[in-house]
């Protein structure tokens, strides 16, 4: 453990809730430490109870705590991402991820709740792609969770020539949820479930049966996992306590984009997106913004029908009989954000 860990880190140097409500005592002495060793963030008691009040949930008029649904652990590794989030390049790119979170992260996390997994496992996404579904990694996983090609083909993502469902928010979101449950199934931990999505299901199970243990920190701290999968879990966590009290990390003015929200419309082959957008008297941007899983921005001839996302409100403006309204667009206007 690094030594300029105060004792108060080091007292909540393991896992601190299981998860549920943090109280607002606990997270005030979490937070304390920390923002006021930062040069940039010198916060008043007062302001600080004030502030944290407004985000807190509460009941009966007393306050109870923040809502965490996946335990909430505290320790150096997880501190060193919450600096390097406040700081630097990494400041520049959370400010910006806080940005496309409040547009993408009710969504994410409604869809992910009704499937019974927890709803802060959105924030995986976060770390993965930045919420961008263009966003291809080394290993060349690609869409905003991420998905190789054999894993993505395996739960029912399609990828050819002209379709790459991967990008496709609402179909690579249920093809995750179908592998989250999967994984927590055989590792029974959400922490396990992080890592073997980072890492792959094989060699997490290989280092559990060698070390004989299913604890997280315990293999992050043998080097049994390589590095980018011991900061995983971290990175998850540090993006998960700095979203849900954003100003008191020193993201003091988020902007609240649109939240992502859509109906389908029915359209046959042969057809460009940008005539569709025309049509409906949208921006040829705003259409291709939720269709990026069409790799030239069309539909091949070839193809009989595709279903199309159109901004939500905009498909009783389509008049033209190649294409129809979705009966069902029950998933185009997920809950806001608490």
Known sequence: MPAHLSPLHKFYDQRISTCGFLSLTTFILLILPMTTSASHIQPNLVDLKAELEKRLVKKNDQVLGLIFDLPVSYNWRVTKWIRYFQEGSGQKWFATWLEKSTQYMPYLQHQLKKS?????????????SGFNP??????????????IEPTARRYGLQINGWLDERRDFEKSTLAAIRYLKDLYQEFGSWYLVAASYNM???GLRKQITKLKTKDFWTLAQSGALPQETTDYVPKILAAMLIAKAPSLYGFTEVPILPPYSFQKIKVKGGIHLSHIADQLNITHQALYELNPELKNKSIPSHIGTYYIKVPYGSARLWKEPSLQVAKNNSPSQPPTSP
Request: hydrophobic fraction near 45%; glycine fraction near 14%.
């Open 116 to 128: 019974g997994l927890p709803g802060d496992l959105a924030y995986m996404v976060m770390i993965e």
């Open 134 to 147: 263009y966003a291809i990694s080394k290993a060349k996983a690609v869409g905003p969770w991420q998905f």
């Open 200 to 202: 792959g299901e094989n």
